[in-house]
């Protein structure tokens, strides 16, 4: 929306400011994103088929455009002020019983509540408490209203069409047909959501502070990196007493240190230098496009690529400690491979994409990462299981390794700037609590 000092605010809704981060209140609301990842992961790995997958991928489309949408407006308000902390407890209910509800979003099941309309009803609580927060905000500027009400409808259509994928395949189609039906008006909700949304960014809405938007989404990232190691040590099976072996030592180290590589790819330079430059990006729609860009869509795909490896490790560790397994495990199956190598892929390529719309480079060492784990899939399906996580494992963290020396120059400026402003940051708010505590 417009800046704060534009707007008509009250103590039941306060304003954002340049310098504000992520707020405790923020956290607490995405505790529930690490339960609703790890049902995406268990759910798809429940059902591993193509079309599991498919709607694991869906379903997980939607939760990010809901968490996205807090984002955005914790970046206008203060979230952890007014009435805020209620809409944000509700919220948190909702996308709890969303998540619940996710094994039933698709099918209903008898003897219960109809599990595709709770979803869909769940959907619509969060959205419009979103909305309705920023409806607030605008209700005394006619010309913001009527903006308003652009960012109002694509929630009601998609609800409409995530009830209509509920109800109307089953009455007037059967088998396949009836799947394909409900899939396709999901995508046709998320092609709603994701199409007006690119298409309204711009119209009234401002980066109030980037530094709080870099840190949400880099919390969402470690949030998914945490889940990744949630499914490595609670694979079924794994914690009912299977023994411990060194198949079982070897297969959870592999996990940590790929997951340790992703941390290390996002985190260590790149993250970084996507706030600087956003914090350097003064005239506003190019700052906008920025934040939409990489932020609000491009690390939709990071948190796929990070779901996507934890679904293929799930089943390692509990396969590893079975007896009766040979001591490299069994030949990987294919969608075990198309998972693990396939988000590790698209986890690398998204940070390529990010650099290039960023700091306006190509990272070489990444690219040839994803070429090497492109090419690698294919020879991994003819290897044991630790054996193929084991070449995944070289793969990621000689791409790290290889992009940080490249990026040395660059990573030192960085890096000095970050820690910089640390430190400037510390010195201020020392200042003020020895004036005023």
């Known amino acids: 929306m417009e800046g704060p000092g534009d707007l008509r605010w009250s103590r039941r809704i306060r304003p954002s400011a340049p310098g504000s981060r992520t707020t405790r209140l923020e956290l607490y609301f995405d505790l529930v994103f690490v339960f609703a990842f790890l049902t995406v992961t268990t759910l798809t790995a429940n ?12 379903v997980l489309a939607l939760l990010w455009w809901c ?11 203060r979230t952890d002020q007014g009435v805020l902390p209620l809409v944000a407890f509700l919220t948190t209910a909702a996308l709890f019983v969303l998540a619940v509800g996710m094994p039933q979003a698709f099918v209903d099941q008898p003897g219960g509540l109809p599990g595709p309309l709770v979803f869909a009803a769940c959907y619509l609580v969060v959205r419009a408490a979103q909305v309705g ?33 509920a109800l109307a395949p089953q009455r007037f189609a059967g088998g396949q047909v009836e799947i394909g039906v409900r899939l396709g008006l999901w995508i046709a909700a998320l092609a709603v959501e994701y199409g007006v949304g690119l298409l309204l960014w711009g119209t009234g809405w401002v980066v109030v502070s980037a530094g709080h938007l870099a840190e949400r989404h880099a919390l969402i ?8 190691i949630i499914a490595l040590g609670t694979g079924s099976g794994f914690v009912t007493g299977l023994p ?93 491979v198309l998972v693990l190598y396939g988000g590790a892929a698209v986890y690398l390529a998204t940070l390529v994409i990010l650099g290039w719309r960023v700091l306006r480079t190509v990272r070489w060492p990444s690219v040839a990462a994803v070429a090497a784990v492109v090419l690698l899939a294919p020879v991994a399906r003819q290897l044991p299981e630790l054996i193929a996580l084991g070449v995944l494992a070289v793969s990621v963290v000689a791409a790290a390794a290889a992009q940080t020396v490249v990026d040395t120059p660059r990573r030192r400026q960085v890096r000095q700037v970050a820690l910089e402003e640390q430190l400037a940051g510390e010195v201020d708010q020392t200042r003020w609590r020895g004036e005023h505590l």
């Open 47 to 58: 059902n591993s088929t193509v079309r599991g997958l498919v709607q694991g991928l869906l």
């Open 244 to 336: 411990l072996s060194w198949p079982v030592i070897l297969a959870g180290t592999l996990g940590i240190v790929v997951v340790a590589a992703f941390w290390w790819s996002y985190f260590d330079t790149l993250a970084l230098a996507m706030e600087q430059t956003l914090h350097r990006t003064r005239e506003r729609a190019a700052r906008l496009r920025l934040a939409r860009d990489a932020y609000t869509y491009l690390h939709l795909p990071l948190i796929v690529g990070v779901i996507l490896f934890a679904l293929g490790l799930k089943g390692q560790l509990a396969e590893a400690a079975d007896p009766l397994t040979p001591r490299w495990g069994e030949r990987i199956e294919t969608l075990e």
């Open 221 to 228: 990232i470690l949030v998914a990196l945490g889940e990744s």
């Open 133 to 165: 927060v920023l409806g607030w905000v605008v209700r005394a500027d006619p010309r913001l209203r009527r903006r308003w009400l652009l960012l109002a409808l694509p929630p009601v259509v998609a609800t409409v069409l995530l009830v209509t994928a």
């Open 67 to 77: 968490w996205t949408g807090f984002a955005a407006l914790g970046n206008v308000v």
